[in-house]
């Protein structure tokens, strides 16, 4: 919710809340205490901005101290049912890679174990406290979940001979000591069976950490996976894959240090892995409601759900066991309709939807319930009301944000009136640990109106630098607007200060102390938020700011995932990086043969700064191309993609060239690179 019943009109106005600062609940918040002494403060009430990481205010641990009040702390369910089955921990709880790097420390979160801090809240304190727990764990005779070795959970189900593994985790590395892990105590089956519940990465990653190409492709381990997977994981991988991936670090705060005033989870996990990222192709597609299929002789019947929390997604369901996976259509926090690292927009109202139908269709028919994060829930009637808040959650800010938009109000008007009904908001499953009643219902507010709330004035505004110098200007220079940030961040207006202080970096980015302060801004920021995402991004921004960009951690695009491209999908991500202003005066024609498919021809045109691609087919009546080249799939991928050196594939006759052999190489002079290291909160 975006405000407590309780304020009074003083803290409204300011974004004050008594649950936190500024994300906490369901609200985009500010901070609180207005008018309080802070140190750090000069006679004349103006902030000293620190050099260094600052400590929480007055005013955020004031909040923070508020909060514990509101939600029901006595309430322990869920750390029983965490602990529930659980039978060995990886020790020490750390993954490396072939050469030695950490992919993934979970003892680096040894300091959960103590009091919650001032600069943290509460609420999440106490979710990373549960999403912290790590090992192997028997959530049902036969079914087994390995968790805290990744962001998402690996389940492990036994059957005849061997084990079906369901979402393999982000990394090769972490599927492999998880499933190390499980044989260590149940013995050195075979993974006899792949399921991917959905398209986004920390549920295929791990694939060839569990299993190799060879066994999926020979039937020894038939992949599953609902129809399209493959195509939206590319989408949302490669073609922008790196931009996603640099806001991913900001997001799940990867790169932060690990401690109270740094990144303490990401709210459904502790964070991504920053290992290997591979995808083995389905061989078996799901693709309607109630398909049954059998794998060792597990028995499952799948519920697709697309336009979830995927565009590809589906529940499985498992009759002979009345266990019912949710895949990530229902964990214990809110989730996002619109993730803050990027992705397309989600679909709140068939959400809820789906929902509905796995309760009719399931719920009421299991006696346990789990998903590929956190901790699964027992017992047919808590299963269905624990499904039942879920849908009901998605199904209030969809409707409510509706009715409100079609009264006039935009997006980030309806974020700050919005309130989630009690029974919601008090709710440890329904809290904003991951999504937040603010960004959502900007999302949805934006797939149904899109970037511009009908205010003319907003319709061509001045980008972001030229905006900045503006403001500046109106407000009377760079030190009078760093004045006036300082005033606000002692008043505790940490939104005000922000937006400031933003105005100074971009219209003057030498300027060390907007940048300082803005750190100092989004520390506090950072320190009272209950969503995790929203912390690790004030806190990766005051990182960056403080110390310079730490880039992208983790790479989407690996080589194992462009392995999986189509000859299409190859052609679609080349067409991303054509510089176009470069490509204006170019017009190129060729044919692109493949040997490994049986010569297909693909006709490739460069014109007007476009690159168009088709088949070509016999008797096509095409004009001759200015060349022909020859070469594999996976030859396509490496020089074009992969960034391998063209002239050493045709030299060592990997690629063949007939006609004017200079389209090639002009083809990759106009090829831009992405850039995974972008600035962020700088110009």
Known sequence: MTGDPGENAEERRAGVSRRGVFGVGAAALAAAGIGVSLSGCDEAGEVNPAATQTDPSEHVTAANQRAAATLPFDDTADFADADRGFLAALNPGVVRDATG????????????????????HPSLWRQSQLTVKQGLYEIAPGFYQIRGLDLSNMTLIEGDTGVVVIDPLVSTETAAAGLALYRAHRGNRPVTGLIYSHSHVDHFGGALGVTTSADALAGRCPVLAPA????????????????????????????????????VSAGLGQTVSVGTVSLIAPTRDITRTGQQETVDGVRMVFQLTPGTEAPSEMNIYFPDRRILCMAENATHTMHNILTLRGALVRDAHVWSQYLTESINLYARQSDLVFSSHHWPTWGTDTIVEYLSRQRDLYAYLHDQTLRLLNQGYVGAEIAEQLQLPPQLARNWSTQGYYGSVSHNVKAIYQRYMGWFDGNPAHLWEHPPVENAKRHVDALGGTAEVLRKADKAYAAGDYRWAAQLANYAIFADPSSKKAKDLQASVFEQLGYGSENSTWRNFFLSGAHELRNGSFGTPTQANSKSLLGALTVVQAFDAMSLYINGPKAWDLRLVSDWRFRDENDRVHRVELRNGVLIHYDRFAGDGLPAPDATITL?????????????????AVRKGDIAIEGNGAVLLQLKTVLDKPDPGFALVTP
């Open 632 to 648: 594999t799939r996976a030859a396509l991928i490496g020089t074009i993609l992969a960034g391998a050196d063209v002239m050493a």
């Open 228 to 263: 399209g997977l493959v195509e939206h994981a590319v989408a949302e991988n490669v073609y922008a894959g790196t931009a996603m991936a640099r806001r991913a670090a900001y997001m799940y705060g990867a790169a932060l240090p690990r401690g109270p005033k740094g990144q």
């Open 101 to 120: 790097k950490v992919v993934w420390d979970n003892d680096s979160y040894d300091f959960l174990g103590d009091p919650c801090p001032h600069s943290v």
